[in-house]
């Protein structure tokens, strides 16, 4: 992006100005800024082909979160969402943040898992034998499905072999290992399963059950970190305020819950607006959160040496830019230019970072204001807006609700026929 993300003030800014400076920022076209002035952007012809039985579409709100600097990058952040003040409160976040260098992030190799489910062998441990002595073919036979992915530097790179006991009986499944590069995989992943099935049901006399990609894709990691002194916290009170919150979801799995889902809050705000499988995401991070057979937070919050805050996050990462709803949906292909994003690793990156943001967002607030109180300021708009009021009517309601501290959908209605019975 050309400029800076910390801009003060973006959000008094009208819809008009705003999305003139996300369009000289990134570099949009006047026709993709156009875009983004259009409620209807996926036309029903789109959406008809991408699923099935297509009546119409269901917008949602597309927002920027402002402020983040990442790798030492300035970034615009698109988020998809209906929650009041996810964007806002990520925003927030990031601008606390810059303050010590901005969110690091890494992580590891595209790798995405594909299993194979091998039952009524005699005798296991032999099948598991044949099967790692046979790899190479495997591998072999797995990457002749996609030559352009081996070309690219991709493809099937390893096999794995367990035994599991199970509620039928013993079964042994086969992990194919693919590195998958910027796609998020189902598709080259359950080709190549499908495609070694028979091979192995020869070599191990059993018969395949089930070929398909694992939604628990652990070897597929991103990661963001952050330091926060704490004079940019308010002091020590309010670092230990933050490592004692985060400690409750670490001995607790119902606490644990709840701060994981404020994590996924930015996760699958980004993940909607780029086109993901965010039901994918959320899957494989839930299953890793509970990966040592308690459910744990996916972030840590410790304060070090010098008494500042250091959060990290390390979550599972199944994105891609290759193929799905990315390459179709015009505003996903216009989110990942706002984002400035080029590999699907890259993209994940940038999601890990938002979800620390988010998730450090939701601590704060837990631990000074309360949740309630700053969301239930932004709720005040919907509510209005469900009772009827438009434009300047709206603001008004949401103003008198929050001054009176009653944001209820009855009060909402009162207040439009007062207000409107005035005029």
């Known amino acids: 992006m050309k400029g800076t993300s910390r801009v003060s003030g973006f959000f008094k800014l009208t819809i008009a100005e705003r999305v003139e400076y996300i369009r000289k920022a990134c570099g949009l076209t006047p026709e993709e800024a156009e875009l983004l002035n259009r409620a209807g952007n996926l036309t029903v012809e789109t959406a008809d082909r991408m699923i099935e039985n297509v009546i119409g579409v269901m917008p949602c709100p597309l927002g920027i979160a402002m402020n983040f600097m990442i790798d030492g990058q300035d970034r615009l952040i698109p988020m998809a969402i209906e929650e009041p003040s996810v964007v806002a409160a990520a925003s927030n976040a990031a601008k606390i943040m810059r303050g010590g260098g901005g969110i690091i992030t890494s992580a590891t190799d595209p790798i995405m898992i594909g299993q194979i489910q091998v039952l009524g062998t005699k005798e296991p441990e032999a099948s598991k034998r044949a099967i790692l002595d046979h790899s190479k073919e495997i591998l072999t036979m797995a990457n002749d499905q996609d030559p352009f992915l081996t070309k690219v530097g991709g493809g099937a790179k390893g096999v794995e072999v367990n035994i599991l006991d199970s509620p039928t009986g013993r079964m042994v499944i086969v992990h194919l290992l693919v590195d998958v590069r910027d796609a ?56 230990n305020a933050i490592v004692e919150a985060w400690s409750f979801a670490a001995a607790d799995p119902y606490r644990a819950a709840t701060h994981n889902k404020g994590i996924m809050n930015g996760v699958i705000a980004v993940a909607l607006a780029t086109g993901q499988d965010h039901r994918a995401l959320e899957a494989g991070a839930h299953a890793y959160a509970a990966r040592t057979g308690r459910y744990l937070p996916l972030s840590t919050w410790q304060r070090n040496q010098k008494g500042d805050l250091v959060g990290t996050l390390e979550m599972p990462m199944a994105v891609g830019l290759v193929g799905g709803a990315t390459k179709v949906h015009p505003v996903a292909q216009l989110s990942v230019k706002i984002s400035g994003v080029k590999t699907a690793t890259e993209l994940g990156r940038i999601i890990a970072a938002v979800g620390l943001a988010q998730n450090f967002a939701a601590l704060r607030a837990l631990t000074k204001e309360g949740i309630q109180l700053g969301h239930m300021r932004l709720h005040a708009r919907n509510l209005a807006s469900a009772a009827g009021a438009q434009g300047e009517l709206a603001d008004k309601v949401a103003e008198a609700m929050v001054r009176e501290k009653k944001i209820r959908f009855d009060r909402a209605k009162e207040l439009v026929e007062e207000l409107r019975s005035q005029k």
């Open 184 to 239: 998020m995989g189902a598709n080259a992943v359950n080709t190549m399963c499908e495609a070694v099935a028979p091979f192995i049901e020869k070599i191990t006399g059993g018969r395949v059950c089930l070929r398909i990609i694992s939604n628990l894709a652990d070897r597929r990691l991103a990661r963001a970190g952050v330091t926060i002194a704490r004079e940019d916290l308010g002091g020590d009170e309010d670092v």
